[in-house]
């Protein structure tokens, strides 16, 4: 890896220090980079990730495995558009069959934004009793927060810089990167949105 592209990481993680290695990954894709390294490399270059302890590991595994019908995931990720505008993909998806609850697109995720698309995502009462999404400051607004209490869903946050913690949602955007936007390039947020919508629509056939 060239000492330009380590110097882009360190870069965006000294300017971004809540961003995961993932996170990093979809930036460096977004900024047009070639051959960028994957996150687990990238891990490597940012020092302050550590690994956390055995206990802590098992802990949050066992509140996975008890409450796995309870609990929805919630990420971004951004895409490039052909004329290098960047968009946010918001996914929600439920840890119970992996199911795809919601999917949206913007060029602007803020956090009212955010906030109308969890009521799309939970018509006629329909909820899960935990969310789990990362520390993205629009997850952690205060329109998000009250309105995931109003519909008595609790909000669980990973650990700082822990995506692991989010994996299925995390494992979701990989495949929907590898088999569908590494692929094609958006022209704009309509299209993008139709071309993912195609796609859970797709998955959810297959099943």
Known sequence: MSKG??????QTHAQNPLWSPERIHDQLVS?????????KTIAKYIPDIRKPSEKARQ????????????????DFMTVPTLTFKVLHVLVIISHDRREIKHIAV????????????LREATPFGEHSKYVVHDNDPVFRSAAVQQFLAAIDTESVRTGYRRPD???????FLGILRRELLDHIIPLDE??????LKEYVEELSMAE
């Not at 900024?31 to 994957?38: A, Q, S």
């Not at 913007?106 to 698309?117: L, S, V, Y």
């Not at 309509?190 to 071309?195: A, E, I, M």
């Open 31 to 39: 900024l047009g980079l070639t051959n960028v390294p994957c996150a």
């Open 190 to 195: 309509r299209h993008l949105y139709r071309l």
């Open 106 to 117: 913007t060029a602007h995720p803020t956090a009212d934004w955010t906030t109308q698309q």
């Open 59 to 74: 802990s949050w595994k066992t509140f996975l495995a008890n409450h796995t019908h309870d609990i929805w995931a919630m």
């Open 165 to 171: 913690q989010n994996g299925i949602c995390e494992r």
């Open 5 to 10: 592209v380590i110097d882009t990481i360190k």
